[in-house]
Nanobody
């Protein structure tokens, strides 16, 4: 069973940058579609970005496009989210997710599309 552990969250001023990392255990990591989601207080958890198992295709939500970049390192079993030009509205708990099921499509955007979740890491952007 894959386990996911996020790190890299923290407090940053608006306009700043942070890099989140998600370390995955398990040999099959390289075959999983991976994603980042976030949940602000009082809000539903929302999709942020996803990357195919091969790492050759990525997709970002419109709200973060051009500011955030998802990537993965198969050798290190990690998925990262580079966040730049951060805004106060980016404040949320950020979750790493893995889809372990058969994945005929490139991208998956719903919470229900993913099977395994990390514990989350808090990102707070001050104005």
């Amino acid at each position: 069973q894959v386990q996911l552990v996020e790190s890299g969250g923290g407090l940053v001023q608006a306009g700043g940058s942070l890099r989140l990392s998600c370390a995955a255990s398990g040999r099959a990591f390289s075959s999983y579609v991976m994603a980042w989601f976030r949940q602000a207080p009082g809000e539903d958890r929302e999709f942020v970005a996803t990357i195919t198992w091969s790492g050759t295709r990525i997709y970002h939500a419109d709200s973060v496009k051009g500011r955030f970049t998802i990537s993965r390192d198969g050798a290190k079993n990690t998925v990262s989210l580079q966040m730049s030009s951060l805004k106060p509205e980016d404040t949320a708990v950020y979750y790493c997710a893995a889809r372990t099921r058969y994945s005929p499509n490139y991208y998956y955007f719903s919470n229900d599309d993913y099977d395994i979740w990390g514990q989350g890491t808090q990102v707070t952007v001050s104005s």
